[in-house]
C-alpha cells in the first residue's frame, strides 16, 4: 500500500548540513536547540565544545543536562623529531559504538544527534582506511580515499535512513572547488572532508543546507545563517515556503527548526 505525504518524515524531522568557515559560530549556535527544548547527542571530533558549555552555563545552566556528549580522537604520539598516529586508530569506529551506548534507534523527534565536524570525522576514516591498508602513517594511496569515502557515505545513510525518527545536525567547514573543464563542473564551494568524494554527494543526504557566514565588517561585523544561495555556496530547505531568507545565529537554529516543523518540543526532558 502506498503511503500519503501527510505522514511523510519531512513534517516531523530535521535533517541539516551546516557549512561555514571557521569562526562562524556553526558549534554555538546549537545552544538554541538546547535551550529550545531539545535533548543533543554530540558525537564531538573537534574538541571545540566550550563555546556551547559557556553559552548555555550563562543563560540556563539546566539546559546543560540536555546536551550529551562524547569527544572522539586518534591518538597522537611523538616519534622520533615528529608526531603520528597511534596504532591501530579508533576513533572512526567509535561513533557507531557511542550511537549504540545512547540507543540512538530509540531517539524521538525531540533528539538531535551532531556530528561535530564532517571535516575531522572524515579524517579519522582516513586513519581506518590506511590502517587497514597497512599504511597508517605512510604515504596513502588513491585507494584508500575511496575506502574512507565509501565508509564515512555510509555512515550518514545510516544516520539519515527511515529508521532513525530523529534530527541530525552535521557542521562542516567550506572547501573551494575550481571549475573543471574536463568534467563541466562549475566552480563551487562544497562540504569540506578528505577527498573529492563526499564533497560532492553528501549534500543529497540532506533535505536542508545552511551557509553560516559572516557579513559587514569593524563594529558592523555580524554572523548570521543563510538559507539562500551565496555566490558558489549552494543551500537548500525542506520547507522554502516557511523559511526566512536568513537568521541571526544567537537564536537560528530553533527558529529556523520551529519554521520548518511548524513546532518545538513539547516537552524540555526525557
Request: net charge neutral; aromatic share 8%; glycine share 8%.
Amino acid at each position: 500500500m502506498s503511503s500519503t505525504l501527510d505522514n511523510h518524515s519531512s513534517a516531523k524531522i530535521v535533517r541539516l548540513l551546516n557549512i561555514g568557515e571557521s569562526g562562524t559560530a556553526k558549534t554555538g549556535q546549537l545552544a538554541s536547540l538546547a535551550l529550545a527544548g531539545y535533548n543533543l547527542y554530540i558525537l564531538d571530533y573537534d574538541n571545540g565544545l566550550d563555546i556551547l558549555a559557556n553559552v548555555l552555563r550563562h543563560k540556563d545552566p539546566e539546559a546543560l543536562k540536555r546536551v550529551h556528549y562524547e569527544t572522539i580522537r586518534d591518538k597522537i604520539i611523538k616519534r622520533g623529531k615528529g608526531y603520528e598516529i597511534k596504532s591501530p586508530p579508533t576513533a572512526f569506529a567509535r561513533a557507531g559504538d557511542v550511537l549504540t551506548e545512547w540507543k540512538a534507534d530509540e531517539f524521538t523527534a525531540k533528539d538531535i544527534i551532531v556530528l561535530d565536524t564532517l571535516n575531522t570525522f572524515s579524517s579519522a576514516g582516513f586513519n581506518a582506511a590506511t590502517f587497514a591498508a597497512g599504511r597508517l602513517n605512510q604515504k596513502p594511496q588513491q585507494s584508500d580515499y575511496g575506502w574512507m569515502a565509501d565508509r564515512v557515505l555510509l555512515f550518514l545513510e545510516g544516520l539519515t535512513s527511515d529508521d532513525m525518527n530523529c534530527n541530525l545536525v552535521v557542521n562542516t567547514h567550506i572547501r573551494y572547488f575550481d571549475s573543471d573543464d574536463e568534467t563541466g563542473m562549475q566552480a563551487r564551494g562544497l562540504p569540506a572532508a578528505k577527498g573529492r568524494q563526499i564533497p560532492q554527494n553528501i549534500s543529497k543526504y540532506f533535505n536542508t543546507v545552511i551557509h553560516s557566514r559572516t557579513i559587514g565588517s569593524g563594529a558592523g561585523t555580524k554572523r548570521i545563517i543563510s538559507t539562500q544561495p551565496q555566490g558558489v555556496i549552494e543551500v537548500k530547505t525542506s520547507n522554502p515556503i516557511g523559511v526566512k531568507p536568513q537568521y541571526g545565529v544567537e537564536n537560528g537554529l530553533a527558529e529556523l527548526f520551529k519554521d520548518i516543523l511548524g513546532s518545538t518540543p513539547s516537552s524540555p526532558t526525557k
